[in-house]
């Protein structure tokens, strides 16, 4: 196993199948907390917002009785009185954690930092870059809490900022499934990117064949935060209609009602959105126990 987890592409396909299975193990309560790893200490550093993977990292933490901070630099620390990132973030790992979780905005300087620390570190989001453990509780969700196999995941929406798509194209590669992208007017990703992931991704221009392709559909939020000037979008959203009976909607969040999903949707028998919710502590639990108890 490894120390870090920066991108899905950092630990093997079996350390994955571990996490999974030790995830499954936790949701249906038969999962005992190895004794070792409550002596650990985690701290949670955050230089992004985030509700989701902040709260389920915490209550992940408390059911596996370790010790935890957490920690959201702003204004109330000393970045109000001019400390840089970088700085603040070699103070956090010098405070004798046995493993930091961190959020940032894509500064690799940050990324560089925190990976070659002896403190062991998880990627809690990173820029548009990588979020692995929303592709990790994504491809729990959609195994566990789905009663059919799930082989083909259409990604749709602000294809351009998206950290979520990003990991569940290096995460595809390792588990086996396959993406489809369907971008929002303007929000696409280059195909330069995508070329390296050829054999797993399927792009469509046409929205009724991009939906009718997968078994799992996935719209994203327009990140507005990440455009660099007023951008010239459309996407219109997911609709209870567009969908057959047999498809599974997930969404990693935060989600806006009417702009992504049609509100109905949410609480769609289709919907697999608030079991992803309840699956990110399982996975999060499920992968700090993994790597603590190392
Ligand atoms: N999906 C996700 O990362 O949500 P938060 O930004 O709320 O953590």
């Not at 396909?13 to 650990?40: C, D, G, M, R, Y």
Request: with cysteine.
């Amino acid at each position: 196993m490894s120390n870090s987890l920066f991108e899905v592409t950092d630990l093997s396909q079996s350390f994955w199948n571990e996490v999974l299975t030790t995830a499954h193990s936790i949701k249906k309560k038969t999962f005992s907390v190895p004794s070792e790893i409550n002596e650990k200490k985690v701290g949670l550093l955050f230089f992004e917002p985030s509700s989701r993977t902040r709260w389920s990292f915490e209550k992940a933490c408390l059911d596996l009785g370790i010790p935890s901070m957490t920690s959201v630099v702003d204004q109330t620390t000393s970045l109000s009185k001019g400390e840089e990132h970088k700085d603040s973030l070699e103070l956090y790992l010098q405070l004798g954690f046995d493993l930091v979780v961190m959020r940032s905005g894509g500064d690799l300087e940050l990324k560089n930092t925190a990976l070659s620390a002896k403190v062991k570190f998880i990627n809690a989001g990173f820029g548009a870059f990588s979020h692995p453990t929303q592709a990790l509780l994504d491809y729990f969700t959609w195994t566990y809490d789905f009663d059919r196999k799930v082989e083909k995941v259409l990604i749709m929406g602000d294809l351009k900022h998206s950290r979520v798509l990003r990991s569940h194209l290096r995460f595809s590669k390792i588990m086996g499934y396959k993406v489809g992208l369907y971008a929002a007017k303007n929000l696409e990703v280059s195909d330069g990117e995508l070329k390296e992931f050829s054999d797993s991704v399927e792009v469509f221009s046409d929205r009724k064949a991009a939906i009718n392709w997968a078994d799992a559909v996935m719209p994203l939020r327009v990140q507005k935060e990440r455009h660099q000037s007023q951008m010239d979008f459309s996407f219109s959203p997911l609709l209870c209609s567009e969908l057959r009976e047999d498809q599974a909607v997930l969404h990693p969040g935060p989600f806006m009602r009417g702009e992504d999903l049609e509100d109905a949707l949410l609480k769609d028998k289709r919907s697999l959105i608030f079991k992803q919710k309840q699956n990110g502590v399982y996975c999060r639990s499920a992968l700090l126990s993994c790597m603590l108890s190392e």
